[in-house]
């Protein structure tokens, strides 16, 4: 995918530099994202304007990280999206990291796009996650629409702001996932322990119940659980 992108991006006539970077050792540190920017000179620094960040593209529908993109950034891929007639959703997500973060860190704007659901981030690191996944006319789509807001990011002038207004969402707290157990016929969760305090409670779950989706997503076993929470954030409702 980045080196479709450079090719298709090289012979165009280009407002900024861009600078295509395949980064290593993220599982283990963000090592190669470290290793990147603690290189750069303060004036090449100060140069970057943004950072537009490629992660797991190709298993569904392209998706924004709502909660960590600037977002003007954003507009540039909604824009995109609509010119070019690709879906795009947003997504709110915790619990993972990415190289952005280092970026984002040094106080340098940042966009995320991926293609993970609710129902796909367990993929991540898991026995699944090789190349079987991937479905080309989703890659394609991610492909033409990464094209589409480069060039809208391009055409930004001055400073991009880094405003983020779903920065400040926090993750609801672990109670079902600390307190679940997969059936033995994994066909669901059931609620092992609950705290009389917590907001599950309060909307009517009771020690004993069966998980088997959260906000639509099928949930069949407690590592199916967590990707689904990790969508979450509090205050929200949804359907369990």
Request: glycine content about 8%; overall charge neutral; aromatic content about 6%.
């Amino acid at each position: 995918m980045l080196a479709a992108l450079y090719a298709h991006a090289r012979p165009r006539t280009w407002r900024h530099t861009l600078a295509f970077v395949g980064f290593a050792s993220e599982e283990v540190g963000m090592l190669g994202a470290d290793q990147y920017l603690a290189k750069l000179s303060e004036p090449e620094r100060a140069a970057l304007r943004a950072m537009v960040n490629l992660e797991c593209l190709g298993v569904d529908a392209p998706r924004l990280w709502a909660n960590r993109s600037a977002d003007a950034l954003e507009g540039a891929f909604r824009s995109a999206a609509f010119e070019v007639r690709a879906p795009l959703r947003r997504q709110i997500l915790f619990g993972y990291k990415t190289d952005a973060f280092r970026f984002d860190r040094a106080g340098i704007p940042t966009v995320t796009l991926h293609s993970l659901s609710p129902a796909s981030l367990s993929l991540i690191n898991g026995p699944a996650d090789t190349v079987d996944a991937l479905h080309l006319p989703r890659l394609r789509q991610a492909f033409r629409l990464t094209i589409a807001a480069l060039e809208r990011i391009d055409l930004m002038d001055g400073a991009v702001p880094a405003e983020d207004r779903e920065r400040p969402l926090q993750p609801v707290p672990p109670e079902l996932y600390d307190g679940g157990v997969t059936l033995r016929d994994g066909s669901g969760v059931r609620i092992r322990d609950l705290g009389r305090r917590c907001a599950e409670w309060a909307a009517g779950l009771r020690p004993g119940d069966v998980i088997l989706q959260v906000g639509g997503t099928p949930v069949r076993t407690v590592q199916e659980l967590l990707p689904a929470l990790l969508t979450l954030c509090q205050g929200q409702t949804v359907s369990v």
